[in-house]
């Protein structure tokens, strides 16, 4: 272990603190941020379907019922949704309150892309499908929903890096979080400057080259289509 002594008089930047600090840095981002992020993400792809599907086909009042809850919860900031079910619900592991709280959260504004997605599907498809006398059910698993993807899919990846980018909040219910973990350790021994900067460029690592594949995915779509 680095000399907290020796770290309070060293320069601007000190690689041995940097590399003493590192494992544990990385191991949040590993165990906690990525988890939340990835496992939020495919919680807020799917659940965001099924608003917006239900918001299409539930008869008005339902529907209206359903869109009201999904405009409250994205009106409402993440934090205070993290606070109040943390203490709503008190026998639930803190982690995994988190993960449900960004995959609902996050799930309401993939619900209006969805929904734009499906209604950019061009009318004569869904006159086809009547015309065939295809189902309801596949209707919307064979036509649909894959061309409603086609459209979509960029813009939920940019929600995915948006929520990676809000992981930090988790700190208020007390999910110790890469940024968290890189203040905890360097706080005690005023070294803020390599801990921070090691977080950042975890944060860089990870969003710039998903950015990059969402950015030509959504140009091989486009020639796709």
Do not use: C
Not at 49 to 70: G, T
Not at 147 to 164: D, E, H, K, W
């Amino acid at each position: 272990m680095v000399d907290e002594e020796e770290i309070r008089q060293s320069p601007f930047w000190d690689w041995d603190f940097a590399f003493d600090a590192f494992p544990d840095i990385f191991m949040a981002f590993v165990e906690v941020t990525l988890l939340v992020t990835v496992i939020g993400s495919l919680v807020a792809a799917v659940l965001g379907l099924v608003i917006a599907i239900l918001i299409m086909v539930l008869p008005k009042p339902l529907a209206w019922v359903v869109r009201w809850v999904a405009n409250f919860i994205r009106m409402t900031p993440i934090v205070v949704q993290l606070i109040f079910v943390f203490w709503a619900f008190v026998w639930m592991d803190a982690l995994t309150i988190g993960i449900i709280v960004f995959g609902v959260h996050y799930a309401t504004y993939m619900s209006e892309v969805y929904r734009a997605g499906i209604e950019s599907v061009p009318k004569g498809q869904w006159e086809a499908t009547t015309a065939l006398s295809m189902s309801a059910g596949r209707i919307w698993r064979k036509v649909v929903i894959p061309q409603a993807l086609r459209s979509t899919v960029p813009s939920l990846g940019n929600y995915a890096i948006s929520m990676f980018k809000d992981t930090p909040f988790l700190l208020v219910i007390g999910v110790a979080e890469m940024v968290t973990v890189a203040g905890e350790r360097g706080a005690p021994v005023f070294r803020t400057t390599e801990v921070y900067t090691i977080a950042g460029l975890l944060f860089l690592a990870a969003s710039y080259p998903t950015a990059v594949l969402i950015n030509r995915l959504e140009k091989r779509l486009a020639y796709a289509h």
